[in-house]
């Protein structure tokens, strides 16, 4: 039987975080590649990599939202092509949902989760179309036309599926803090 | 006396004689109308028991074949009559058939990537195909796994023939089902029609000539400064699951 976790050391506790860690951002990057029946909206699947950046972001400094944004944005480039960047949008959003307030204007943790990636997906979706315009290989009414099918349905069913990626990830982080601040 | 009597028997048998006018009447109709009513009944009987789905699939999946020794037999004319005119044969190619395990990552990039890669031959530019044509061409290799660039991403650029009027353009994709044929403006007339077939061109070199892409759906010609034309792809691409990449050798 395993031992319960308030006996764990703390370099176990932070190797289990790692673990859970890189655990969620697999399962996010896994879930971006498929087309699961009920994650479609429109032709769109909801923006895992955002709403885990979102889910990281929400309660921790503008700089480690900046940087997690940016490292899931180029592994998304890994998964899709490399020109144009997924990091700049998500390193954005990440940093936004940092300095955000929301808890002040919701009381439920995970609505405020869900609002502010309804609020994030159109963002990034704008950024990546601003470089596609930018390069030029798109006809430019295309893209806007296919950016405002995209932003909006990716902001419903992204926001959507929030909750099942943030309630889990956040609860582990709340004891994970009460764990190690109760020693 | 005689009188009387017909009228007793009239009264005994009038109905019976009535029926039977009445019958011969309907006998008479059925006959001038050449069985109207009955054929449709029979119709309406047989109905439910006629010409189910899977009866029209053996006959679709007959055509198939037929088609296809057809396509075989003349791929076996050409080839004969490309040698006697010493015209190089056709490169031959060798078919991997690969499962689509992912499609693409973002709602940008129109992407499949398939369960097979580098250890099965499968390289880099090679040509991607499904039952109904084109579907695109390889854009990076792993071991296992590839990722295919569809031909209905914007990014995609093919070098097309109009099957019927020998008519090229290029074709950039345009999202899920449809592509655009671009031609150049300068040409005076510009033969195509509605439902032409669009197939890969033998100019291009990145693509085998002739692999069946789509059917004009749309016509724009007057537009300015690029003539357009808009092709339905005939691959289902939302719903394909299996594809065969043509690797050489």
């Not at chain 1, 004891?175 to 601040?181: E, G, Q, V």
């Not at chain 2, 050449?34 to 189910?52: E, H, K, M, N, V």
């Amino acid at each position: 039987m395993a031992k319960p976790l308030r006996l764990w050391s703390r370099p176990a506790l932070f190797q289990l975080n790692v673990l859970i860690l890189i655990g969620s951002t697999v399962l996010c990057l896994l879930l971006q590649l498929s087309r699961l029946p009920g994650m479609i909206l429109l032709d769109v699947t909801p923006n895992w990599c955002l709403i885990w950046v979102v889910t990281w972001s929400i309660k921790r400094s503008p700089l480690q939202g900046l940087i997690a944004g940016m490292a899931l944005g180029l592994i998304q480039d890994g998964i899709t092509a490399p020109s144009p960047t997924h990091a700049l949008g998500l390193a954005i959003a990440g940093y936004i949902t940092s300095t955000l307030d929301v808890r002040r204007w919701v009381d439920e943790d995970f609505i405020c989760a869900a609002l502010i990636v309804f609020m994030m997906a159109p963002v990034v979706e704008a950024v990546f179309a601003g470089q596609l315009a930018l390069q030029g290989v798109w006809d430019s009414q295309q893209i806007w036309t296919h950016l405002q099918q995209v932003s909006l349905s990716s902001a419903i069913i992204s926001s959507l599926w929030t909750p099942l990626v943030y309630v889990p990830l956040n609860r582990w982080w709340e004891r994970l803090h009460d764990l190690l601040h109760s020693r | 006396m005689r009188i009387n009597k017909f009228w007793r028997w009239w009264d005994q048998n009038r109905s019976a004689l009535l029926l039977a006018l009445l019958v011969l009447c309907v006998a008479v109709f059925v006959k001038t109308t050449q069985g109207l009513g009955l054929l449709d009944l029979r119709r309406s009987i047989a109905g439910p028991f006629q010409s189910d789905g899977s009866k029209q699939q053996v006959l679709i999946d007959a055509q198939t074949q037929a088609l296809q020794t057809q396509v075989q037999e003349l791929e076996g004319q050409n080839q004969a009559l490309r040698a006697l005119l010493n015209l190089s044969p056709l490169p031959g190619y060798k078919k991997v058939a690969a499962p689509v395990v992912a499609r693409s990552g973002d709602s940008w990039w129109q992407q499949f990537i398939l369960g097979k890669g580098s250890l099965e031959g499968i390289q880099v530019d090679a040509v991607v195909v499904a039952p109904g044509g084109l579907v695109g061409r390889v854009m990076s290799v792993s071991p296992t796994t590839s990722r295919v660039l569809l031909v209905s991403d914007p990014t995609s650029k093919i070098g097309v023939t109009v099957s019927r009027s020998r008519q090229v353009g290029i074709l950039s994709g345009r999202l899920n089902r449809y592509g655009v044929v671009e031609f150049e403006n300068f040409e005076k007339t510009i033969d195509i029609k509605l439902n032409d077939a669009v197939v890969t061109s033998t100019l291009s070199s990145r693509f085998p000539p002739g692999i069946a892409i789509g059917r004009v759906s749309e016509l724009h010609l007057d537009r300015r400064p690029i003539p357009q034309a808009v092709v339905e792809f005939t691959v289902p691409i939302e719903t394909v699951e299996w594809v065969n990449v043509l690797t050489h050798g």
